[in-house]
């Protein structure tokens, strides 16, 4: 059965960070990209940041980029997401993705990030 558990979400004042984690099973975690996504609310969901498999590839979203790291440990299954110097507008649900490819796209049910003085 596979589960992607997300965890590490809360609330935070702006300019603080956040360390998102999410926890892989039932699956071969190694062979999949893995993504972050948000959604705020009434936004559509948007990719935020994305790593290669063996984690040597990056790339993040212009709203994001030189703020948060995605990094990965296959070793753990896990997918991490640090997020720093936050901003009001990071608020959202945060989901962990992992995709090969079309019918191997898994996502997990989401964490919750608030960042509001």
């Known amino acids: 059965q596979v589960q992607l558990v997300e965890s590490g979400g809360g609330l935070v004042q702006p300019g603080g960070s956040l360390r998102l984690s999410c926890a892989a099973s039932g699956f071969t975690f190694s062979s999949y990209a893995m993504r972050w996504h948000r959604q705020a609310p009434g936004k559509e969901r948007e990719l935020v940041a994305h790593i290669t498999t063996a984690g040597g590839r990056t790339n993040y979203a212009d709203s994001v980029k030189g703020r948060f790291t995605i990094s990965r440990d296959n070793a753990k299954n896990t997918v991490y997401l640090q997020m720093n110097s936050l901003k009001p507008e990071d608020t959202a649900v945060y989901y962990c993705?992992?995709?090969?490819?079309?019918?191997?796209?898994?996502w997990g049910q989401g964490t919750q990030v608030t960042v509001s003085s």
């Open positions: 993705n992992a995709h090969r490819g079309i019918g191997y796209d898994y």
